[in-house]
């Protein structure tokens, strides 16, 4: 850095998180909740919470990293059929870095094959469970990054100069925000060790890979020209979070009897994943009965090849098969996880489910 190089610091272009009014709104519907939703709520609430604190924390260690850095907190962006809900978009003068918060209960284990395993005590047991890699997770909020900038680049090279320089450039950071959160990643290929941290050691790592690259540094303008791009672009989640817990209130009132009450809980699957609520109450009984289908074709084929249900596949991505209701397997390859290998082994069976033939 220049003897005269303007110093500016950490400047939020953008510091509030729609979590917080999330979280207010879903207070004020406690009141006219039956009891069973209530509980469900309260639950959210509590995730929602813990989200909003380890994003606190992580603006914390931001502001007192002593970096200059422009900062967006709580961006969507979306291009096409592509959305992306990102908590930080960090630029200093070397690199963009996008950082996936997580406040998670219990210890983390990340194995050789990349994934994640959670270890954690419920109501006196302990569970371990697979997750959902927050890596790949982040891999595609740079996707969506990545397209929306380099739609606006003006011409064929421009977008080629862009897309070779994008790697170097931006960076993927998972942010493990609970002080007493264990990783055990001893046995992680070092390329999925470099992207996982902790909140605490955040600004040595942004400095650290800072002063690693020996090009050019940004000017202050081109930082924030190009912060205040991505917050220009930036749109309200269209999810409405709230209205569906609403409509579970709505439809829990018309039901006649306590047993009908919760033969509709089990239909309803909430999933609170990285400030993301996940299904409604719309069509519960045709998804129930689409989820026991593929629940029942997964577990009887694991069986069959002696392998754990989630090879066959995962919830999340179960989710997405019911969400999107692939009619072909060329749209059954739109589906996260789903590739040509799986789709040549499942593809018919899983598209005769989803379209009750």
Same mark, same amino acid.
């Given at each position: 850095m220049g003897l005269f190089t303007k110093k500016i610091g950490t400047v939020f272009l953008k510091e509030t998180s729609d979590t917080g009014i999330f979280i207010e709104k879903l207070q004020g519907l406690m009141e006219s909740a039956p009891e069973e939703i209530k509980k469900e709520i309260e639950t959210q609430i509590k995730f929602a919470s813990y989200g909003e604190i380890g994003e606190n924390n992580v603006a914390f260690e931001l502001k007192n990293s002593g970096i200059d850095m422009y900062?967006?907190?709580?961006?969507?962006?979306?291009?096409? /059929?592509? +959305?992306?809900?990102?908590?930080?978009?960090?630029?200093?003068?070397?690199?963009?870095?996008?950082?996936?918060?997580? =406040?998670?209960?219990?210890?983390?284990?990340?194995?050789?094959?990349?994934? %994640?395993i959670r270890d954690y005590e419920l109501s006196g047991k302990r569970v371990r469970e697979k997750m959902y890699s927050p890596i790949t997770q982040n891999q595609k909020h740079l996707?969506?990054?990545? &397209?929306?900038?380099k739609s606006n680049k003006g011409n064929f090279l421009t977008?080629?100069? %862009?897309?070779? +320089?994008?790697?170097? =450039?931006?960076? +993927?950071?998972?942010?493990?925000?609970? +002080?007493?959160?264990?990783?055990? /990643?001893? %046995?992680?290929?070092?390329v999925i060790k470099q992207q996982v941290i902790h909140a605490d050691q955040l600004i040595t790592y942004i400095k650290d890979l800072d002063n690693l690259k020996k090009d050019s540094n940004m000017g202050v303008e081109e930082m924030r020209e190009l912060a205040q791009f991505y917050l220009d672009h930036s749109q309200p989640n269209k999810s409405d979070y709230v209205k569906k817990y609403e409509e579970m209130i709505q439809a829990v009132e018309n039901l006649e009897h306590l047993d009908c009450i919760e033969d509709a809980k089990e239909t309803v699957d909430l999933i609170f994943e990285e400030n993301t609520i996940?299904? !409604?109450?719309?069509?519960?009984?045709?998804?129930? &009965?689409?989820?026991?289908?593929?629940?029942?074709?997964?577990?009887?084929? !694991?069986?069959?090849?002696?392998?754990? *249900?989630? %090879?066959?596949?995962?919830?999340?991505?179960?989710?997405?098969?019911? /969400?999107?209701? *692939?009619?072909?397997?060329e749209e059954l390859l739109k589906v996260s996880g789903f590739g040509k290998i799986k789709i040549e082994k499942y593809g018919d069976a899983i598209i005769e489910i989803l379209n009750n033939k």
């Open positions: 900062v967006l907190r709580d961006i969507y962006l979306e291009i096409g /059929d592509l +959305s992306a809900q990102i908590d930080y978009i960090v630029i200093t003068r070397k690199h963009i870095y996008v950082l996936e918060c997580k =406040n998670l209960i219990g210890n983390i284990e990340i194995n050789n094959r990349g994934n %994640f996707l969506v990054l990545k &397209e929306v900038r977008k080629l100069i %862009f897309e070779k +320089s994008f790697e170097d =450039n931006y960076k +993927s950071v998972v942010v493990l925000t609970n +002080s007493k959160t264990c990783l055990n /990643d001893r %046995f992680a290929k070092k996940r299904e !409604s109450i719309n069509d519960t009984i045709d998804r129930a &009965e689409l989820e026991k289908r593929l629940k029942d074709f997964r577990r009887e084929q !694991s069986q069959n090849e002696n392998v754990r *249900p989630y %090879f066959i596949f995962n919830n999340a991505q179960m989710n997405d098969l019911i /969400d999107q209701k *692939p009619q072909n397997k």
